[in-house]
């Protein structure tokens, strides 16, 4: 296996363009993991560390720019992550423990796909969009559209994500992950991604994702319109659950069952929109 470290985006897609079977390495801690195990053994890894443009945060028009290579734990402390985007922040700074939260990435967790993992259902509930780059140019794609299966992505054979781009607005929302796992530093057995702002006692703006129940974050706008509008009583929290439950499809797996994940489903919908209304009624 070769190892390369280009240091500009015209270098590394000479690479990807050139070589058939390489591996992109962003923090490392899935990919080195797989290789150490034999799953994955690419000719050539092509180490993104020495990308400039991969790096960072800026804000342009009430839009946060995430550069893939972003780590979470410099997530979890972006002040700058507010309204709409706070979701992320909340979402990073429960992966796992701070070793893997040094080391992973964002633009490695989604290319990832896991469903367990963490940002897969809050970029979804943030609405965000991702920048990638291929041979044929740059182009967006929306969050609803690029989680496909199971470790798949839409992303085409020789793409890269570049950057997630977070909108702040609405500004006066909040967002909470909430995260249910076997022990502390687990993965998700479920999560719960949600977006939310009121004005007064009624819900103006919602957008819930469900983590870890499905192939990919389950998320139905019919759900959301079932909040918007209303007063987040009990009644409409529960006929917003039902709609999620009944997509639901979740897998048997050590971190649960598939009936404990329909269990949790509910509940932790009901405690993640009582939490934020709680939130907002004091600001
Ligand atoms: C012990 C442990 C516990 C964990 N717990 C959690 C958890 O609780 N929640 C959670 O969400 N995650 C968890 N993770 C996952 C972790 O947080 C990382 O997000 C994940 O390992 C991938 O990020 P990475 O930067 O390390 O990517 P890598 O391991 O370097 O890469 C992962 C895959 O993405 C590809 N890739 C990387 N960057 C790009 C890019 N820019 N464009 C295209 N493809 C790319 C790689 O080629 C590879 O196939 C855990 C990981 C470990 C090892």
Redesign the pocket.
Known sequence: MNYVEPSSITELMNYVTTVEDY???????????MMNVGLVEPELLIS?HKLDE?KGMRIDQNVIRIG?MTT?TAITDEDRLTGNASLVRSAAGQ??HSA?RN???I???I??ADPS???PAALTAANATIEVLGPSGRRVIQIDDFFVNYLETS?TEKE??MAIMVPLSPADAIGHHLKFSRVD???ATVSVSLALAMEGRICSYARIAVGSVAAVPLRLKEADDILIGSNLEESEIARASELLLKSSDPIDDVRGSSSYRKFLIPRLIRQAVLQSKKELSYT
């Open positions: 591996r992109c390495l962003a923090g490392g801690a899935t990919l080195v993991a993104l991969l893939a979470h992966i796992a893997v080391m992973g990435t633009g490695g967790a290319s990832h993992a963490d940002f992303l890269i994500v530093g687990d993965y």
